[in-house]
């Protein structure tokens, strides 16, 4: 792997445009996330131009948290885009055990072949339930128990896949790495992992493969930690989350990054 803060100042050099088909809880947090890390957010989510606002931007998110019938439609159509044009694109499978409905539009988004898959162990466990015939999952999954899943959902389906938790764990199906930064507060706040699918393709806009996207977590992960030495608690802490996104440097995450490739 490059020195993993040269993925940081490459994704700043381009400030690529992401467009975001993302749920209304996290519109407003993850556009202000993208502008603070240095990219440019776009929400748009209207079927009669989300196929052509695609072709604008370098790298898409696809989040199903809000899901509705319409969105699901859009959601198809702006990921056929960027799968026709090779530009990436990113699936956040939100609560995909619990309802049929996801289950079913998110079986047929993974046919429109993301390029990262990004979920929590249960997610990422429920989405791979999908190819073997729908087995149950726990809201409590680990990280741990998810690796193996995850390496499973990467071969299935070609994707880079990221199981977000306590420490992170990124898998191309082959190699894995373990991104240990982060901050116990992160998870208090709502949308932080939402918004995090636009920081990952922001960081894979320009430079697809696996190393970019553990670059994406670190990067986060570390603001996390920055961002708990200034907080009093989750609301103060979602604003020095954003300052911390635009204050972390390259070096910074040269030097702070813990990463572990297994
Ligand atoms: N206990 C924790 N300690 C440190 N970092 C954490 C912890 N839990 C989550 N994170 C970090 O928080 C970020 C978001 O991941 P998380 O797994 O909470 O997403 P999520 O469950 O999809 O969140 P949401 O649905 O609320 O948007 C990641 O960068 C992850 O590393
Ligand atoms: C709270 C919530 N409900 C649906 S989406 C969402 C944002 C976190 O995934
Ligand atoms: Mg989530």
Not at 124 to 146: E, R
Not at 208 to 213: A, L, N, Q, S
Request: hydrophobic share 50%; charged share 20%; with cysteine.
């Amino acid at each position: 792997m490059d020195e993993i803060g040269q993925y940081l100042r490459n994704m700043r050099a381009q400030a690529p445009l992401v467009h975001n088909i993302t749920n209304f809880v996290a519109m407003n947090v993850m556009a202000n996330v993208l502008l603070a890390v240095g990219a440019s957010p776009a929400m748009v989510h209207a079927r009669e131009e989300v196929a052509e606002f695609a072709a604008l931007a370098q790298a898409l998110t696809v989040n199903i948290g809000t899901l509705d019938p319409a969105w699901a439609e859009a959601m198809e159509l702006a990921a056929r885009t960027m799968a026709a044009r090779g530009r990436p694109w990113v699936l956040d499978p939100v609560g995909v055990g619990a309802t049929r409905f996801r289950q079913d539009v998110c079986a047929r988004l993974l046919d429109l072949r993301p390029s990262v898959i990004r979920g929590n162990a249960s997610e990422i466990l429920a989405l791979v339930g999908l190819g073997a015939g729908g087995k149950g999952t726990d809201a409590a999954d680990s990280v741990a128990a998810a690796e193996e899943a995850a390496r499973d959902l990467a071969r299935w389906t070609g994707a880079v896949v990221v199981v977000s938790g306590p420490v992170d764990f990124i898998t191309d199906g082959s190699r894995g790495w373990r991104v240990e930064n982060g901050h116990a507060l992160m998870p208090r706040v709502t949308a932080l992992g939402c918004s995090l699918n636009g920081v990952i393709a922001a960081f894979v806009a320009g430079d697809p493969g696996p190393e970019p996207v553990v670059a994406a977590m670190a990067c986060y992960g570390l603001a996390g930690e920055m961002a708990g030495r200034a907080a009093q608690g989750p609301g103060s802490f979602a604003v020095a989350f954003l300052d911390a996104l635009c204050a972390v440097t390259p070096e910074d995450l040269t030097r702070d990054a813990r990463v572990l490739a297994l």
